[in-house]
């Protein structure tokens, strides 16, 4: 008597079927230890330097070779600023210019500012500059050239000239001061003194110490 064998093909069915079953937990296995293996030789990335705390004398940004312009809301220029280097620091909130020019222009009294000076100083709210070494500043009521926005202003605030070593210009309370030796020219006229308290508001100009005057004869009219 013979004893029937199982078909070949229908056992290997099974296993497949029975293999079949653990096929996914198989694949999920081999991409764990896959992605587990490139972990392991990937180098891990370099820690970020701790970059140490500004000194009180050294500064957050430099500049060099600007020009810095501030508008006001309307779109005209309120104010310029250039020079070869700017150095500000945070430590004193206090912004340092080598070489400076500056151009303010104030539009409640129409008079435009320029300064020169080898060093300019200011604080971040730019409400008080002073300025040292070879320092000119020229305050006239209108940019040159500009007829249509003198007249009335200006006999009243005619244009004037500070010469000197030193000069701190306070915007907000509209003052020019130095305690050092400073010449003023208005017109051909010159004035000479030791301190300096000039009050733009006012049209004032208070001279202290040596004070020496070369004024030039007018005509009437012209007075």
């Known amino acids: 008597m013979k004893v029937a064998r199982p078909d070949l093909g229908a056992r290997l069915r099974r296993l497949w079927d029975q293999a079949s ?16 293996a490139i972990v392991q030789r990937t180098p891990m990335p370099a820690a970020p330097t701790p970059q140490p705390p500004l000194t009180q004398g050294q500064p957050d940004t430099r500049l060099q070779h600007f020009e810095w312009h501030r508008y006001r809301a309307d779109g005209t220029r309120e104010l310029t600023l250039r020079g070869r280097q700017l150095d500000h620091f945070p430590a004193s909130r206090d912004t340092r210019v080598l070489d400076a020019y500056l151009l303010r222009r ?12 080898r060093t300019l100083h200011t604080d971040d709210d730019r409400r008080t500059y002073r300025l040292d070494g070879a320092v000119r500043v020229v305050r006239q009521t209108s940019a040159p050239g500009s007829s249509a926005s003198r007249g009335a202003h200006e006999k009243a605030t005619p244009r004037l000239t500070f ?6 210009w306070l915007t907000q309370e509209r003052l020019l001061r130095s305690d050092q030796p400073v010449r003023i020219t ?3 006229d010159t004035l000479l ?13 208070d001279l202290q ?3 020496r005057a070369t004024l030039v004869a007018r005509r009437t009219a012209d007075q």
């Open 106 to 117: 104030d539009a409640s009294s129409g008079v435009q500012t320029e300064a020169w000076a």
């Open 21 to 36: 079953l653990y096929l996914p937990v198989l694949l999920m296995g081999a991409l764990a230890l896959g992605s587990y």
């Open 209 to 211: 110490g040596q004070v």
């Open 163 to 168: 010469e000197g070593e030193t000069l701190t």
């Open 186 to 188: 208005r017109g051909a």
């Open 193 to 205: 003194g030791n301190q300096l308290r000039y009050d733009e508001a006012r049209g004032t100009l």
